[in-house]
């Protein structure tokens, strides 16, 4: 299946996570060693599988409003960690890089809709080219 923009997501377990803290944010940096291999269960390959469409459809209207941020700063990709609360909805949201003008992402995620996780904080980790408008 073609995809409208290519991702990559990988889905953290809570457990290796749970010791992380972060001033600015409850959810782990994306590209800490705790997120380069991601614990997955059964369980979160088929919560992966059900998010993406999802994923796919939000994400594309966030880097419309936020993309010329980015772009000021000559970033090419965004790596990025969300944490999906029991609701399914996007409890916090980091990115690298970040600072002032990234954080129209994470604005304009947290609050977004998916599917209740099969344990929550759910993190789900990504990253996207921004530079060849393939998102």
Known sequence: MRLRFAIALALVSTTALSY??????SVPEPWSEQTDGPLLTPEGHDYEAQILPIHNKLWPEVVEKCIGQAQQEGVATLDAV???DASGRVADFKSR?????????????IGK??????????Y???STAL???KY
């Open 20 to 25: 992380i803290a972060s001033v600015e944010s």
């Open 82 to 84: 969300m944490a999906i």
């Open 97 to 109: 890089p970040s600072g002032e003008n990234f954080r129209c992402f994470r604005n304009n995620m």
């Open 113 to 122: 809709g998916y599917l209740p996780p099969p344990h929550a904080p759910f």
């Open 124 to 126: 789900v980790r990504f």
């Open 131 to 133: 530079d060849d408008r």
